[in-house]
């Protein structure tokens, strides 16, 4: 992370936040002039919390998060807090974050944008970039790219209702507001009671709750209502708080604009203040010796060739197929079957051998197919280190499945790896046996609370069709287990690859091998 | 004065509300025993297999192991024991090799069966079931499964049952 600060910051000194020449009067996205006027700079979390109301803004957005990462994937996304990039014009100034999610958005940029809106509060926007590669890795060395036609600033609405109805806090007890479609009435009611012990003074401690009730007679037809939040004009009577999500698709010069402060008084087409924002991208660095040992491994005697072929057989119903390089670069095929049984690698104690690689295939089995290594792949590749039949420092594991899914596996720490299953040792060293209790308590404690399926509720289970969950659900046992291994994604023809990890928010990290 | 006895009036008069209070939590107490813990028996020929199930925390812990016994029910000798020690050399006894969590009436989690002897694998792993199914007498269904993934070539099956009834003998844990 520091690496891409150092890189980001002379980008950051020529940033662009010029109150001229803009596509637009209001919106400034990645000006290449540079304004005598503006200061911007990279911050971190440490001077962010000076800020009370963007960390009450986040928060808001974090508690969102949660719940949609629990109830609703599509809502998916982590906002990095580590490193955020300030401009700051007279008592003006906007927070621009770099945003990731797990799941199929991520063809575009996007930067969660705050913006100060001196004597009211932040807005929050999405700021869009539909950038390539080369162009993410330029910006990420402090180039410029011009991002003309392929930027957009969208109102991010907050898209909680219990959000609303907390921002709504402050409306008329009688008042009735509207939330995606449900009415509200605010009123208070009673939280604690102590009434019912006897002698006790009645004493009630009461909450400002917003309870659904039925909607007002009348409430569809537009003139009873004051319109979108926010902004929105006509007679106040009922406020309407929709939230849209997916965000609005239209950009910013055709949202509803706020009304009032930059001197509209309805729909302006204008945000409340101008915007200055950059792009920012964030490209994690995966872990070069783990990325060397697969590259290595697979060039070996061609080995990659032989992963390839096995991802070409995931679809037969009834076979999983695998095969396995040795220390002297010998291919040993596995013979295929409901489970894959590796040969003991052929060795003698002058000449000790063991896999380099051991790959293998999850079929479309009627049963279900898990789409990561499964306990007992990993259990018994401990087996095989306790027994020399792997070379544990270069060892690498592969695997494709009938979920399209293909992973690379690699022991990055080989005593915590033993540590996890060391009751699988034969360790009969009388030290050892407080870690051998412990080891086997550990280990199927924490296998049973991610992969114990009779109940068909695993945390990691071949029902589940949504790949991503059960990756992160691996990810979260590898992180619980800390077993020290790292865990690749790469495609069918194993040429390039992603360390997978989780960030500490519980969303999936993407880290290239260089 | 006036203000000390009107204190002691409402902690007299509070007083009621406590006791009910910790006679409850006792009676709570007493009725948490869960009807898994103790001795279950499986009965072929004159094999016995006993199962010996307790509750540790949240848990559900157990060993088991393999006896024959006389037309009496004596038992002759013991064919294995997962309570045995870790090896040869340790001193040392396995740890538990029934590891649960109880969900209503059903207990699920992973098991080890450490009876086999093959290469230098000390143990097979899987999942287990025990469901609970009828109280007079008490029984569970025993299911277990071998953990699926890869192995090493010709490892033995299962040694230990795979689909029995279990019937319930003793509301005692013993475990020699």
Request: proline residues 6%; hydrophobic residues 35%; aromatic residues 10%.
């Amino acid at each position: 992370m520091k690496k891409t600060l150092k890189k980001l910051q002379p980008a950051l000194l020529v940033v662009l936040l010029a109150f001229t020449c803009c596509q637009q009067d209001d919106v400034h996205m990645n000006d290449n002039n540079t304004s005598a006027k503006g200061n911007s700079r990279m911050i971190t979390y440490e001077e962010l919390k000076a800020m009370p109301k963007a960390i009450s803004m986040l928060e808001s957005l974090k508690e969102q998060r949660r719940k949609k990462s629990v109830y609703n994937e599509r809502y998916d996304f982590t906002v990095d807090t580590t490193e955020i990039f300030l401009v700051e014009i007279g008592d003006y100034h906007s927070l621009t974050f770099t945003i990731s999610r797990d799941s199929a958005y991520t063809d575009v940029t996007e930067n969660l944008v705050l913006n100060w809106e001196p004597y009211e509060d932040y807005k929050t926007y999405m700021a869009e970039y539909m950038l390539t590669e080369e162009e993410k890795e330029k910006i990420a060395d402090g180039e410029y790219v011009d991002t003309k036609d392929k930027e957009r600033l969208l109102v991010l609405p907050e898209f909680s209702p219990s959000t609303i109805l907390k921002s709504a806090g402050g409306a008329g007890e009688d008042q009735i507001i509207m939330v995606d479609g449900i009415c509200y009435k605010g009123m208070w009611v009673r939280d604690e009671s102590y009434s019912g012990i006897p002698g006790q003074i009645e004493k009630s401690k009461f909450k400002w709750v917003y309870l659904p009730v039925p909607c007002p007679e009348g409430h569809l037809d537009p003139s009873y209502t004051e319109g979108n939040h926010p902004g929105g004009g006509g007679p106040t009577n009922m406020p309407i708080f929709n939230t849209p999500y997916p965000i609005s698709q239209e950009p910013i010069t055709n949202m509803p604009g706020p009304g009032g402060y930059n001197g509209g008084t309805g729909n302006s087409g204008s945000p409340y203040n101008p915007i200055y924002t950059k792009p920012r991208v964030e490209i994690a660095i995966a872990h070069p010796r783990e990325c060397k040992k697969i590259k290595d491994a697979l060039d070996s005697n061609n080995f990659r060739q032989e992963v390839v072929d096995l991802a070409g057989k995931v679809n037969d119903p009834v076979n999983e197929y695998g095969a396995g390089l040795d220390r002297f670069g010998n291919v040993i095929p596995f013979p295929p079957g409901p489970e894959i049984q590796v040969p003991i690698p052929f060795g003698t104690p002058s000449f000790p051998n063991g896999y380099i690689v051991v790959s293998h295939t999850h079929n479309n089995s009627i049963a279900g197919t898990l789409s990561v290594f499964s306990i007992y792949d990993l259990r018994n590749i401990a087996q095989f280190l306790f027994d020399n039949h792997i070379n544990d420092g270069t060892f690498v594991a592969t695997l494709s499945t009938a979920k399209g899914t293909h992973y690379a596996l690699t022991i990055n720490n080989v005593t915590k790896f033993k540590d996890f299953f060391f009751y699988l040792s034969g360790s009969t060293n009388p030290a050892d046996a407080q870690k051998i209790l412990i080891s086997a308590k550990n280990a199927t404690s924490i296998s049973k609370k991610y992969f114990e399926n009779t109940t068909g509720n695993a945390i990691i289970s071949e029902s589940d069709t949504n790949n991503m969950n059960v990756l992160r659900g691996f990810l979260e046992f590898l992180n619980e287990a800390n077993m020290g291994v790292s865990l690749f994604k790469t495609q069918a023809n194993f040429q390039n690859f992603e360390q997978v990890s989780l960030k500490r928010d519980g969303s999936i990290q993407f880290s290239t091998c260089p | 004065m006036q203000h000390k006895r009107h204190i002691t009036g409402i902690l007299f008069s509070l007083l009621p509300v406590f006791l009910g209070s910790v006679s409850q939590a006792k009676a709570q107490q007493l009725s948490v025993v869960s009807p898994y813990q103790g001795t279950w028996h499986y009965q072929n020929g004159n094999e016995l297999f006993i199962v010996t199930l307790w509750k540790e925390g949240d848990s559900l812990l157990g060993h088991y192991k393999m006896v024959t016994i006389n037309s009496s029910g004596v038992i002759i000798s013991t064919l294995y024991n997962s309570r045995k020690l870790y090896n040869a050399n340790s001193q040392i006894k396995w740890p538990p090799v029934i590891n649960t969590s109880i969900v209503d009436f059903s207990a699920s989690g992973v098991f080890l069966d450490n009876t086999i002897n093959y290469e230098n694998v000390s143990s097979l792993a899987g999942d287990i079931r025990l469901d609970m199914q009828q109280t007079s007498p008490l029984t569970i269904h025993w299911k277990i499964k071998k953990g699926k993934g890869i192995r090493l070539i010709n490892e033995p099956e299962l040694n230990i049952p795979i689909d029995i009834i279990l019937t319930k003998v003793s509301n005692e844990i013993d475990l020699e």
